[in-house]
């Protein structure tokens, strides 16, 4: 693509073991949930992932300018 990854390199920290990783951790998230009793657990899990989300669209607006 001609882009480089400059400060942007841990996103490709595992290669093409990326996609891998994160759905081995979406599986422990999936098992953890059915296991959990809360019954707003899985609520509390997606606000979690949507604050780190939105905690790096600032972070990579502020690094972008």
């Known amino acids: 693509l001609g882009v ?4 942007f390199v841990f ?7 990326v996609g891998p990783k994160w759905r081995g951790f979406a599986e422990v998230l999936t098992r953890a949930a059915e296991g959990a009793s809360a019954p707003d657990f899985e609520d509390r899990v997606v606000k979690g992932a949507q604050d780190t989300f939105d905690a790096f669209e600032h972070w990579l607006r502020g690094a972008l300018g």
Request: no cysteine.
């Open 4 to 7: 480089q990854a400059g400060d």
């Open 11 to 17: 996103f490709r920290a595992y290669g093409d073991d």
